[in-house]
């Protein structure tokens, strides 16, 4: 029974220690950027802390195994439990020592999870346990351990508990293999009240983080954001959050801000109406992103089209803008109109499955942040796109701001010249953003400028429409290489312009 203990006692801890490197890899994610980056170090850091941490399990006296096995198991536990919801506070309220932390923590919980196995087969090989059978059985629970929380973590943790919650859930669950091993080995351990009295504040400390996540992270987005939250959620993609200040709702993803209720008109009509303003006959307008409805409000504005097909990933993402009432007051119901269609999917999966036509084409994704996003900026996905271009329509692909990220911007220019699309690059001012950038491509190289408009605008006329095709010196054309699946480049020169303009 004692060996069946111990074995089932792996599965658990190998579940929780994967569990942390896996909420470490999202969080950082999430508020730095570059998933594949964060990921690939906060790995690395880790295996290595296991490999120390086995290390050091040979100096642990084989009398000691188990009380050393349940010290482990408490540490880990609290560190690890309250790992999430430190790391997001400290990035909130104090980001210099984000990084320091964030790895510090990653390496302790390592160095920890590292001696929890081999003390375990300490504790079994003490047991007379055959030492093939003993290596079998160890590896194999600490396998599906792994296997059942990287299922989990996606589908269901992230999304429906979030990071901060789900770092406590894991943190108790710890605390519980410790309770269980001191209960079930009570004759062999000393000092047995003290280690539960020890386990039991652990575990109420971890309760009071689980019951309180919601808090937590609501005050720790408060400090990051500043303004009343109206709402927000994690989502098995992003995580939204939306503010109010006033008048002025503001949406971010991932931390990053993707309009301002104040100016996004000023955005959106210069993303829209130099299409479609060129398009009188378009019937049929396809959307790319565009999750909240604002692109879309200025398309239905046109008597001409027929359907508009908005593509978004997130399920959350619309529909928050379809039920909100303050959402869907700023996007005047546009999801709601019956000429509208929504489809939640990934946009480079349903091109390639759709047979679909359009007449237009608005791409309007998130910045190329991190190498996911990075794919809907690239040769292939452009390719895709041009398939589903009518022989004299038009696509306009938000990319940027051309001041911040020149190279980064050109780079979009150049990927839409290789696929055989003529491009016409220009920008607009918006306040919350700065000088921003749109690259207006289409398969034939007629286009002019729109020299006036059949709606009213708050921001387009003859004037400003000119001036956006035209680039100031300090915004010259730059050369750049197309980016393409296999390197990314786009993703690379995103980050050191926007690292130029920090510093």
């Known amino acids: 029974m004692t060996k069946k203990i111990l074995i089932l006692s792996v599965f658990v801890?190998?579940?929780?220690?994967?569990?942390?490197?896996?909420?470490?890899?999202?969080l950082s994610s999430y508020l730095l950027g570059d998933s594949i980056l964060q990921f690939s170090t906060i790995i690395g850091c880790y295996l290595f802390a296991m490999g120390v941490g086995a290390h050091l399990s040979k100096y642990v006296k084989d009398e000691d195994v188990l009380a050393r096995f349940v010290d482990i198991e408490l540490a880990v536990g609290l560190i690890g439990g309250v790992s999430a919801a430190l790391l997001f506070l400290t990035f909130s309220w104090m980001t210099a020592p984000f990084r320091g932390l964030l790895y510090t923590t990653v390496f302790m919980i390592g160095c920890m999870v590292g001696m929890e196995v081999p003390l375990?087969?300490?504790?079994?090989?003490?047991?007379?346990?055959?030492?093939?059978?003993?290596?079998?059985?160890?590896?194999?629970?600490?396998?599906?351990?792994?296997?059942?929380?990287?299922?989990?973590?996606?589908?269901?943790?992230?999304p429906y508990l979030g990071l901060v919650r789900t770092g406590f859930l894991f943190g108790m669950l710890n605390v519980g293999v410790g309770l269980w091993t001191i209960y079930v080995f009570r004759a062999e351990l000393a000092n047995v009240t003290g280690r539960v009295l020890r386990a039991s504040v652990v575990m109420c400390v971890l309760l009071f983080g689980f019951a309180s996540a919601?808090?937590?992270?609501?005050?720790?987005?408060?400090?990051?954001?500043?303004?009343?939250?109206?709402?927000?959620?994690?989502?098995?993609?992003?995580?939204?959050?939306?503010?109010?200040?006033?008048?002025?709702?503001?949406?971010?993803?991932?931390?990053?801000?993707?309009?301002?209720s104040r100016d996004e008109y000023?955005?959106?009509?210069?993303?829209?109406?130099?299409?479609?303003?060129?398009?009188?006959?378009?019937?049929?307008?396809?959307?790319?992103?565009?999750?909240?409805?604002l692109a879309l409000r200025e398309i239905l504005r046109y008597p001409n089209v027929e359907q508009a097909t908005v593509v978004d990933l997130d399920p959350a993402m619309t529909g928050a803008f379809t039920t909100r009432e303050e959402l869907v007051k700023l996007n005047g119901g546009s999801f709601r109109d019956k000429r509208a269609r929504v489809i939640n999917a990934d946009a480079a999966v349903w091109l390639q499955n759709s047979t679909e036509m359009f007449d237009a084409v608005i791409i309007d994704f998130p910045d190329p942040s991190s190498f996911a996003l990075g794919k809907l900026y690239s040769v292939p996905f452009y390719g895709l796109v041009k398939k589903h271009l009518a022989a004299k329509g038009l696509v306009v692909v938000q990319s940027t701001s051309p001041f911040f990220a020149p190279h980064a911007y050109w780079t979009v220019n150049s990927t839409l010249n290789e696929v055989g699309l003529a491009t016409h690059p220009y920008h607009a001012y918006v306040p919350s953003f700065g000088e921003w950038g749109f690259i207006l491509a289409s398969p034939q190289l007629e286009y002019m400028p729109p020299t006036s408009y059949k709606l009213p605008m708050r921001y387009l006329n003859a004037d400003t429409t000119r001036e956006m095709f035209i680039f100031p010196p300090d915004m010259k054309p730059l050369k750049m290489e197309p980016n393409r699946l296999n390197t990314q480049s786009l993703v690379h020169e995103f980050e050191q312009d926007w690292r130029q303009v920090i510093r």
């Not at 801890?13 to 999202?26: K, P, R, T």
């Not at 009509?269 to 909240?292: I, Q, T």
Request: with cysteine; charged share 20%.
């Open 214 to 260: 919601d808090r937590m992270t609501h005050w720790g987005e408060h400090g990051l954001f500043g303004d009343e939250i109206v709402y927000s959620t994690t989502t098995p993609y992003q995580r939204l959050v939306i503010t109010r200040w006033k008048d002025d709702l503001r949406l971010y993803i991932n931390g990053n801000l993707q309009f301002s």
């Open 120 to 158: 375990v087969m300490r504790a079994l090989n003490e047991r007379n346990t055959e030492f093939s059978e003993l290596v079998s059985r160890v590896l194999t629970f600490d396998y599906l351990g792994a296997l059942a929380v990287s299922l989990l973590f996606p589908l269901v943790l992230a």
């Open 266 to 293: 000023r955005y959106h009509e210069a993303l829209v109406h130099p299409v479609m303003e060129a398009l009188p006959w378009a019937r049929r307008v396809l959307v790319l992103g565009g999750g909240d409805g």
């Open 13 to 26: 801890v190998a579940s929780c220690g994967l569990a942390y490197e896996l909420i470490a890899g999202a």
